[in-house]
């Protein structure tokens, strides 16, 4: 026979061979992608290199993304802080849904009424892994590890950029090493390493880079220094907050608010602001993008890049001098804007742009969407699938709303808010009654440096914005009482 005339190591080399293709071909067949979903922290919209807003910054693996699949340039956040955005985008639910609508030490959200997206992959046969930030509640042990994961690499709060606590599959331990660094090699290790190669994957990559204090790899900590800081686009750093509400001037004195007086306007401040704090929040951000690289590679490595949606986003977006702020929070677009691009050749065209207008909580209706699974009635966001057929007319929202709960640990960073923006206008509702509201025109004023609250001729636009309001607060079902979930799991407990 024929069997008898080859060496018995080639016969086993022949069958192995033939076992990794008919896997292969099982995969294929089975037509769901992997996903790779990348989130950094704080990362503004505007900080690619494809936006040219820092001639300086080169990020050549997001820009990859961009070029090689699809760029949204009006994607936005439901609520802008870390713990409420990353619950919403596991979810699909806004934060006063889920429940985590502030970083709060105390709280998941419900899982057991929103279970996250990973769970429902779970159920369907894909190996899912969280490597990176849940900044939920601050949980230790194997009581960390939240539901929806079968591999977890994790740390409490922000954690730390060296050498820090982290949590794997519910042992702490300390890791040494550069944080970014530390969660691109584990990642590569489940990729690589850990997981079923039979099964279709889930991995979260969640960065704490670039949140504050921002700290640069080592062998960053010298980019940028003869450099000079841009000025914001639309003048937004010569804001001086004549017009806009009080409470806004507040702020603007920072950790000083409470020396604040009453006045009309500030004196504007001179260029550059926060000069290093927003080098070094640049600097800190080119680790991620060799990260983002790195994991590229080895799904190219590993044959399974073009099988896989590669998705990269921010929790946030992030103040860059613009109105002269930091932070975030509030529903200036610098704050409530964030970066998105997803590259999966079998749906999307190189260089697509999707100008729709999109939110986190469309997230994890959009993976379902991909993988075959049906959504979830609890799911408030849509799928943007459709958005991704260039060729395809599609009904799709013409107007979001934005959330904002006061912050305890920074009662000066912003009252509550509610807003709406379209395509072209945004209104702000700051529920203050010794203060005004805001109104600005996008498609004039793209800097929102002039509030129209007060101007007879947009009257009937206000009406309409706060019309619209109304219908999307009852569509997603508001409620204002920002601790309403607070005081049930503390009552539990």
Known sequence: ??????????????????????????????????????????????????????????????????????????????????????????????????????????VDPNWEAYPPYTSILQEQGYETAMVGKIHMAHYRGEKHVRPGFDYWFSFIGQGEYFNPEVNENGKEYQEEGYMTDILTDKAIDWLTEKRSENKPFNLCLWHKAVHEPHAPAPRHSDLYENTELPEPPFDMHKENFAGKPEWQRVKAYDSKWKDYQPVDSLPMKSWPIKEQK?????????????????????LEEMGELDNTVVIFTSDNGYFMGEHTYWDKRIAYESSMRIPMLIRY???????????????????APTLLDLSNNTIPGYMQGESMVPLLDEEKDVDWRDAVMFEYYVDDAYPYAGPDMLAVRTDTLKLVDNFLEDDIDELYDLKNDPGEMNNLIYESKYEDVEKRLRSELEILKEKYKYNPDRDWWLRQVINEK
């Open 345 to 363: 050749p079998e749906l999307i065209k190189p260089e697509s742009e999707v100008t729709e207008l999109c939110l986190n909580i469309d997230m």
């Open 278 to 298: 927003f080098k070094n929040l640049l600097k800190t951000l080119i680790s991620v993008d060799e990260s983002l690289g790195k994991v590229l590679d080895t």
């Open 1 to 106: 026979m024929f069997f008898k005339k080859i060496p018995l190591f080639m016969l086993l080399l022949v069958m192995f061979s033939s076992c990794q293709s008919i896997d292969k071909a099982k995969k294929q067949q089975d037509g769901r992608p992997n996903f790779l979903f990348v989130m950094v922290d704080d990362q503004p919209y505007d900080a690619l290199g494809i936006y040219e807003r820092y001639p300086f910054l080169e990020t050549p693996n997001m820009d990859r993304l961009a070029k090689e699949g699809a760029n949204f340039t009006n994607f936005f956040v439901t609520q802008s802080i870390c713990s409420p955005s990353r619950a919403s985008f596991l979810t699909g639910t806004y934060p006063h849904i889920h429940g985590v609508n502030q970083n709060n030490p105390h």
